[in-house]
């Protein structure tokens, strides 16, 4: 696992208390049916998906849900938050997960998906280039974005913190920095769907062509 001063705000606090906090909001059977409902939408037209690398995975739920639709599948997982790094790698296996800010991680292979969920949204904006030229080139195939959307650029606060929660056209700007992606599907998922909630995200699944 890596660790080193980081290189942001947004990276602080994510790494120190509030990110620890977070791990008891993430673990919930619940969430873990919703994630299912939620990826066998999100890749209905991906075919089967051999391996994964998630950044930002937290404890891992959405790579365990990713497990279940993929019995198969490799996964690695990137997250700042060492508790929760901790978690993760009882969850796929100590080597597969870097401990550390996503933007050093130092990549040594490409999986079919590249993943995010709720993970740019918290980015500090300066840092969003290096980090789509990251999702980018850690794909192989499918890159699937999953944050809150706003078609311009916008700051809100996040339980009552400010400068922590940013939402844009994630998707838009990838589409825009690498022409060559093919964007496949899109939707959205409700906060207050009644069997499979979901945290108001909307999600698009892009292609490399």
Avoid at 182 to 197: E, I, M, N, T
């Amino acid at each position: 696992m890596h660790n080193r001063e980081h290189i942001s705000d947004q990276e602080n606090f994510w790494a120190g208390e509030f990110g620890t906090q977070y791990i008891s909001r993430n673990r919930d059977s619940k969430l873990l049916a919703s994630n299912l409902n939620f990826f066998s939408r999100a890749l209905r037209h991906a075919g089967n998906i051999h391996s994964c690398i998630e950044l930002g995975a937290n404890i891992g739920m959405n790579l365990q849900a990713l497990q279940l639709l993929y019995p198969d599948i490799q996964v690695t997982g990137v997250e700042i938050n060492r508790t929760a790094a901790e978690e993760l790698a009882t969850r796929i296996g100590k080597s597969n997960v870097f401990c550390g800010s996503i933007h050093d991680y130092q990549q040594t292979k490409t999986a079919d998906l590249a993943l995010v969920k709720g993970v740019l949204i918290h980015l500090n904006p300066s840092l969003l280039p290096k980090t789509y030229e990251l999702l980018h080139n850690i794909s192989s195939r499918f890159i699937l974005i999953c944050e809150y959307y706003n078609p311009t650029p916008v700051a809100i606060s996040y339980r009552g913190h400010s400068d922590k929660l940013f939402k844009r056209d994630f998707a838009g700007e990838m589409l825009e920095k690498f022409p060559a992606l093919k964007l496949v599907d899109y939707g959205f998922s409700y906060k207050r769907d009644q069997a499979f909630p979901q945290d108001d995200i909307t999600w698009f699944l892009l292609e490399k062509k």
